[in-house]
């Protein structure tokens, strides 16, 4: 059972209903009986770092989250700022990530000579490298995502990427280590793409 966490933050029904479109059985989890029987968590995440970090820390479910992830291995997938979560603290805010992939979330306004406009918006080739596990199936063309976001992460080993974009400079879009993994882009508004790296994950 795949649980999609309910913290207030995210478009959770959108992932509900692409799972359904898989024929993969999933469930909303807001509170930490719910993630009890979970096979598989996807932790979606929008707007401001510090803002979604707190919403998770009061949710209740922090603890739990942990100790299915950390100890128990369930399978983790962050998107967007639910990726951003994963790491270790974010230039947009002052509060501490989860660490669970070591690593700094980066605004691109910081980049010396960046002068495209912000937030970076709309579809964005995808580069997979380290034979993500995420890429493993349906990605013979060169794959397409949407993206919407103004900050990238900057992750600490570099054997943990499992994808690049460019935008300006090259970004890391997908990081994975171990059982935990988090994509920068929007796989529920990625059409194909999307639904064949969720069923990807699905199957890890």
């Known amino acids: 059972m795949i649980k999609i966490i309910d913290y207030g ?21 807001k509170s930490p009986n719910d993630l009890i029987n979970a ?41 967007c700022v639910g990726m951003q979560m994963l790491g270790s603290n974010s230039e947009e805010g002052s509060e501490d990530g989860l660490n669970w992939i070591p690593g700094k979330v980066r605004s691109f306004k910081n980049i010396e000579n960046f002068s495209l406009p912000l937030p970076h918006m709309g579809w964005n ?3 997979p490298e380290n034979n993500s596990v995420l890429f493993t199936k349906g990605f013979n063309e ?6 919407l976001h103004s900050y990238y992460f900057d992750v600490q080993d570099k054997k943990n990427i499992s994808a690049k974009s460019k935008y300006g400079v090259d970004f890391e879009v997908a ?20 639904l064949n790296l969720i069923n990807n994950f699905s199957t890890l």
């Open 39 to 79: 096979t598989k968590l996807i932790l979606p995440g929008v707007g401001h770092f510090d803002y979604a970090m707190n919403k998770l820390n009061n949710s209740g479910m922090r603890d739990s989250l942990d100790q299915c992830v950390l100890e128990n291995k369930v399978p983790i997938l962050g998107v």
């Open 142 to 147: 060169k794959p397409q995502f949407y993206f």
């Open 175 to 194: 990081i994975s280590s171990g059982n935990i993994h988090g994509v920068q882009c929007h796989p529920e508004k990625s059409h194909h793409w999307g």
């Open 9 to 29: 933050v995210g478009n959770v029904q959108a992932f509900l209903v692409l799972l359904k479109r898989l024929n993969i059985q999933a469930e909303c989890a």
């Open 125 to 127: 080739h995808v580069e």
